[in-house]
């Protein structure tokens, strides 16, 4: 090999040499920045997007904040101070009555607070009784029975409702037994 063969060969390991190093030294670092940035930037953006659909909703909030007041209101007036066990279960006994179904079983449980009790969903000042009754009546009072349920002078919530056939009597109609869970609302 000549010494003009050598040069050229020469020349050529220096080009690779500073090729490697500039990929090394130079253009890695860089695209790992440029990839870290990337996803600073999605990230970024994700968050833009989770902060505009929450500035939406609080702005959709503040425009309806007076109706949400006068509905805060309402309930908390329809909320009781105190709960009274006894004159819950009348009520219920009154609306059997009424609506011609028959309580066979009722059973409350004990309060739960919503600054007291973790993972109710109640705000600290109110609290609940969960209760849970049987009745049995056609599909009509049963009906009737819910409905007065509802219509109650107490915040009520029925949690889970389970119908099933209680047999039919000779000549009338089909008898049905409710198994009804649900909670009583007051201030804690």
């Known amino acids: 090999m000549n010494q003009i ?8 390991a220096l080009v690779l040499l500073f090729g490697l190093a500039w990929y090394f030294l130079a253009y890695r670092p860089l695209q790992a920045k440029i990839a870290a940035a990337n996803a600073a ?3 970024a953006q994700a968050q833009i997007a989770a902060d ?5 909703a609080l702005v959709n909030d503040r425009r309806h904040a007076p109706s949400l007041q006068r509905s805060l209101q309402a309930l908390s007036t329809a909320l009781p101070n105190q709960f009274d066990l006894a004159a819950f279960i ?3 006994d009154a609306y059997a009555t009424h609506d011609g ?13 919503g600054s007291s009790a973790q993972g109710t969903g109640l705000p600290p000042q109110v609290a609940a009784i969960s ?3 049987q009745a049995s009546g056609t599909y009509h009072q049963v009906v009737s029975f819910l409905h007065s349920l509802d219509g109650a002078g107490e915040v009520v919530t ?9 047999g039919a ?18 201030h804690a």
Do not use: M
């Open 131 to 133: 209760f849970s009754l």
């Open 41 to 43: 930037t999605t990230a």
């Open 158 to 166: 029925v949690d889970s409702l389970q119908i099933s056939s209680n």
């Open 52 to 56: 505009r659909v929450q500035l939406v």
């Open 169 to 186: 009597s000779a000549g009338s109609s089909p008898k049905l037994l409710a198994n009804i869970a649900g909670r009583v609302y007051y």
């Open 5 to 12: 063969g050598r040069f050229r060969l020469g020349i050529l």
């Open 101 to 113: 179904v028959t309580l066979t079983q009722i059973a409350p449980s004990s309060p739960a607070a």
């Open 90 to 92: 009348g009520s219920l």
